[in-house]
């Protein structure tokens, strides 16, 4: 891996920390304890349960490398300046003339989950709106095609 920056709140940090402290101390040690139940009655020529825990622990080990990486070079993002959309803002915006009103928090790649309201910054939508302020008229870029939206507040 090379060195680059994870941009991310400190709840999405935590929240990495916390997916680590759970696949080192439970998932690692019940995937260790499936191998070694495999073990003792298979023939590891054609064991599909040993093979399966073998692979889960491979994907356990290489999610713990990535999230530590991830870790190291978190870069936590503070919005201090809540008069623009940036990064860790999180905005309400209505689609003109009438639409309603849609709220979003704009974090960084890692941490982005769409259907909890987090987005990252390099989607269209949050690419429109970076830099806009409340009352700003902002043509958002969508899957859909283009569309008007106000900014009502940003925080």
């Known amino acids: 891996m090379h ?3 994870f941009l991310m709140t400190k709840a999405g940090l935590e929240k990495l920390k916390q ?14 304890q499936r191998i070694k139940h495999a073990r003792s009655f298979c023939d ?6 040993y093979d399966m825990a073998v692979k889960e622990m491979e994907n356990i080990e290489t999610r713990v490398s990535r999230l ?4 190291q070079q978190a870069e936590i993002i503070e919005n201090s300046n809540q008069s623009q959309v940036a990064l860790g803002s999180t905005i309400s915006f209505k689609t003109i003339p009438y639409g309603e009103i849609e709220t979003y928090m704009i974090v960084g790649t890692e941490e ?15 690419k429109s709106l970076l830099g806009a302020e409340v009352n700003d008229e902002v043509t958002m870029k969508t899957p859909g095609g283009k569309s008007q939206v106000k900014i009502v507040s940003i925080s």
Not at 44 to 49: K, L, Q, T
Not at 112 to 126: E, M, Q
């Open 112 to 126: 982005a989950d769409p259907l909890k309201g987090k987005i990252s910054n390099n989607t269209p939508i949050a």
């Open 3 to 5: 060195n680059e920056t």
């Open 19 to 32: 997916e680590l402290k759970q696949l080192e101390s439970v998932n690692r040690e019940n995937t260790k």
């Open 44 to 49: 590891f020529r054609e064991d599909s349960e």
């Open 68 to 71: 530590k990486y991830m870790i």
